[in-house]
């Protein structure tokens, strides 16, 4: 027989061998057996067989471990949710998407719902209507800034007695 043809088996130690003969404990070593739960794999011959039966308190035969071949092949195939069509958008809310891309102010936006029939609730402006006056704010402020600068540098010159604006004759 060759060694590929030849079958083993697989020994597991399950129960210490403490408070048992000591024949039964040479059986377990004589096994290869050198600590709890090893398991070793042995020639599957009447002689291990027969250790294997005397001390079956002590040892167990394990099942050879599966192939990992079979359970690489999935037995089914997971595959992505179907993409769900787009709702439309409810009409007040294109109505508002139309008003933010045309700058459309909330006031018209208004009058067009009260024109419709429709109930108007108070809503915010559109966002392009909020970032034109934050930039007319910023405008105004920048504005206000200059006219201070220009009231600072005129009060200092009036203190030292020089004048801000030239005159020409």
Do not use: C
Request: glycine residues 2%.
């Amino acid at each position: 027989m060759t060694d590929k043809a030849q079958r083993t088996i697989r020994i597991k130690w399950v129960r210490s061998a403490i408070a048992f003969p000591y024949r039964q404990k040479e059986m377990v070593r004589s096994l290869g057996l050198l600590r709890l739960n090893q398991v070793v794999e042995r020639p599957d011959t009447p002689q291990i067989r027969g250790l294997v039966a005397r001390i079956p308190h002590l040892v167990e035969v394990v099942k050879p471990p599966v192939d990992a071949l079979q359970f690489s092949v999935p037995e089914y195939t997971l595959l992505p949710p179907e993409a769900k069509p787009a709702k439309p958008a409810p009409p007040a809310a294109r109505e508002e998407l139309e008003a933010v891309a045309t700058e459309v102010t909330a006031e018209e936006l208004i009058e067009k719902r009260v024109k419709k029939g429709k109930k108007v609730k108070a809503a915010a402006p559109p966002k392009a209507a909020k970032a034109k006056k934050a930039a007319e704010a910023a405008a105004e402020a920048k504005k206000k800034a200059a006219k201070g600068e220009e009231k600072k540098k005129a009060k200092s010159a009036a203190k030292s007695g020089k004048s801000t604006k030239s005159s020409k004759k």
